[in-house]
């Protein structure tokens, strides 16, 4: 069903899948992206935003400043690299 529309279907994974914008893509095999989430505030209980970057491994340079991105847990790739790039969802301006 889901190929007759030619969307993009992501295999399932028992690994941590995130998405989130990629902020910078400046350096050659790597770019940061920014996940937002909410957690419940400890005292006054309201939702507060939450951002978080991580460095995800794009071997090929897929991804560019702006677009929306997955990404998925995987082994250290270096010291701080520990998640690589699923699938571009959207791309930026």
């Keep these: 069903m889901a190929e007759e529309k030619n969307e993009k279907v992501i295999p399932a994974?028992?690994?941590r899948r995130l998405q989130?914008?990629?902020l910078e893509s400046k350096m050659q095999k790597t770019i940061v992206v920014q996940t937002e989430t909410y957690k419940a505030h400890?005292?006054?209980g309201k939702r507060v935003?939450?951002?978080k970057k991580?460095?995800?491994d794009d071997p090929q340079g897929l991804a560019h400043a702006g677009d929306v991105v997955v990404i998925e847990e995987c082994r250290p790739i270096s010291h701080d690299k520990h998640f690589?790039?699923?699938a571009v969802v959207k791309k930026g301006e």
């Design 13 to 15: 994974s028992n690994k």
């Design 20 to 22: 989130g914008t990629v």
């Design 42 to 44: 400890p005292i006054y």
């Design 49 to 51: 935003s939450v951002r």
């Design 54 to 56: 991580y460095k995800v």
């Design 84 to 86: 690589r790039l699923v």
